[in-house]
Structure formats: structure tokens, C-alpha cells
């Protein structure tokens, strides 16, 4: 799968669409499943398309035609996440939005990390990658779109970078909001900055719901006061309570 990503002449983002299968067809007409309005683009101007793992771009008569790396290109031209696409004045590229194996570094041998040695993982529980799981081995672990993320979740409504996760030493996390386009909740509440979370609790990264357990998948939930500390907590409220009481009858 990727993803078209389009940018306007000064290159801010205009829009991002996913590209499962069949074809994406750009142009100025209200039709397309890409609109690009401008004097440069015409009605009809391009189709994207997919065959097999390969991505292919065509013409579609157009007035300015279509660059492909600077180059007005004839009939269907195959692409990758390295060529530059010109429609009129727009560039738009492509994004592979599944995760890649991370090689192992020249003549460094690579340890073996076991499941149980995560100190949590992500489940997704809603779309397409329903039932995933991303281990959790680092004390803060990047949540995005792209594959340099720990924990990258293909899908059009979660940022390149969208979210961060930064482990304590009381085992909780705080969850940071990376001013993704869609949001970051917590329990279904919009974070805005950053809140405490812990195993058991559900996450929402755009429209991909996840659910926080631990390496096990078992969550918990919020630590509950000791019996200790309830005595404590008992016993400052009594002496307060005398303090009080004293007060009121020497009046």
C-alpha cells in the first residue's frame, strides 16, 4: 500500500490518499478522486494506478503534461518513493505506508530480544490491521505514519509523526499529541499536550484505536492506595478532625 502525497508550488501540503488497489485519478473537474484546481491542471489530467507492487502513472492527454523527475513522460511510467511527479504545479510523491524489517548494522551482530523482555505493546483493535501488536522495548516510542516510527500504523488519518509515548519508572506513560493532523486520544478524550495513561487503557491515534497492555497483553488498572496508606490517610484526617473540634470548644 501507499500513499499519494500532494504538495502545492511552495511545498505545504495540499492532501494525502491511500492507494490500496484499482487507480486514483487526478485533475481540476470535481470527478476526480484528486482535485487540483488551477489553470495549470486540466479537467482530466492524470491517473495513478497499482499492478501488482508496482506503481504506474499515465497521462491522460493533458495540456502541460506530467513530469516524472523532471521529465514530460508517454504512456504508463512506473514510480517509487524516490520520483518526483509534477501535475501542473503541483508535486506529488509517493509513501510506502507498511512497515520495513530494520536491517542489522555492518559487522555489529544483533542481540536477541525476547517478547518478554517489552515492557508493554500496542494492539490494534480497529481496521484494517486489526489485531497487529507493536512490542514496546524503548523508553519513549515514536507512534506515526512513516517506517522510521517504532510503531508505524499505515493508514491516511495518522501523521508522519504523529504521537509519542515516554515511559516512567512507576511503569505508567505519559502519551504526547506531536500536532498530528487528526488527534491523539486517551480513554476518548482529545489529548492536547500530554496525560498519564497505563496498561489497559485504550489509545487513538487519528482514526486507529489501539489498546495499551502489557507485554502479556494484560492491562490493569490505576494503582489503587495501599492499606498502609489508607491508614495513614485515616489517621492525619482524624487528628485534623481533634484539632478542630479542640478549636471550636475552647471558644
Not at 506530467?66 to 508517454?74: A, G, K, Q
Not at 506513560?173 to 488527534?183: A, C, H, I, R, W
Amino acid at each position: 500500500m501507499y500513499i499519494v502525497v500532494v504538495e502545492d508550488e511552495r511545498g505545504a501540503l495540499v492532501s494525502e490518499h491511500a492507494l490500496f488497489d484499482g487507480e486514483l485519478r487526478l485533475g481540476r473537474g470535481p470527478d476526480n478522486d484528486i482535485v487540483l484546481p488551477g489553470t495549470t491542471v486540466s479537467r482530466d489530467h492524470a491517473r495513478i494506478f497499482l499492478d501488482g507492487l508496482t506503481a504506474y502513472v499515465v497521462d491522460e492527454a493533458s495540456a502541460n503534461g506530467v513530469l516524472v523527475n523532471d521529465h514530460r513522460i508517454r504512456g504508463a511510467t512506473p514510480i517509487d518513493e524516490s520520483a518526483s511527479v509534477r501535475v501542473g504545479a503541483y508535486r506529488v510523491y509517493l509513501e510506502r505506508a507498511t512497515g520495513k524489517l530494520k536491517p542489522a548494522q555492518d559487522g555489529i551482530g544483533t542481540a536477541i530480544v525476547l517478547p518478554e523482555h517489552a515492557h508493554g505493546k500496542l494492539v490494534i483493535i480497529s481496521g484494517p490491521q486489526a489485531g497487529r501488536e507493536h512490542l514496546l522495548f524503548e523508553p519513549i516510542t515514536c507512534v506515526g505514519r512513516t517506517d522510521e516510527n517504532d510503531v508505524s500504523l499505515a493508514d491516511v488519518s495518522v501523521s508522519r509523526h504523529h504521537a509519542r509515548l515516554k515511559r516512567q519508572d512507576d511503569g505508567t506513560y505519559v502519551l504526547t499529541d506531536l500536532n498530528s493532523s487528526n488527534g491523539t486520544f486517551a480513554g476518548g478524550r482529545d489529548v492536547e499536550q500530554s496525560v498519564r495513561v497505563w496498561h489497559g487503557q485504550r489509545l487513538q491515534f487519528g482514526s486507529v484505536e489501539c489498546m495499551l497492555v502489557d507485554a502479556r497483553g494484560q492491562g490493569r488498572r490505576r494503582a489503587k492506595l495501599s492499606a498502609n496508606a489508607v491508614f495513614a490517610i485515616a489517621v492525619l484526617g482524624a487528628a485534623t478532625l481533634g484539632v478542630l473540634l479542640t478549636l471550636l470548644l475552647m471558644r
